[in-house]
């Protein structure tokens, strides 16, 4: 829960407009949502490129190092197996 207690932080911290989730009865989701999958998709596999290119219009080199690092914390720490 700590770990993704700080992926929170990090995303509140950074993000340029309040996160936008979209109601339970949607049946898509946000920009913001389908934006964070690719994120912890791309933190997932270790592809900072792809993170980078996902997020480099929207967040300065800070906050996408921070977040980038935290989803990276986040995910290992839910991936057995990984270190």
């Known amino acids: ?12 911290h950074s993000w340029p407009d309040p996160f936008a989730v979209a109601p339970p009865c949607c049946p898509r989701a946000s ?11 791309a933190a997932s ?9 996902l997020t480099g219009e929207m967040l300065g080199g800070d906050a996408r190092e921070m977040i980038f ?8 720490a ?3 197996g990984r270190v």
């Open 1 to 12: 829960a700590r770990r993704f207690r700080l992926v929170v932080e990090a995303i509140g």
């Open 31 to 41: 920009f913001d949502e389908a934006l964070l999958a690719a994120m912890v998709s």
């Open 45 to 53: 596999r270790r592809d900072r490129a792809q993170f980078d290119v």
């Open 69 to 76: 690092v935290a989803l990276e914390n986040f995910v290992r």
């Open 78 to 80: 839910r991936a057995p």
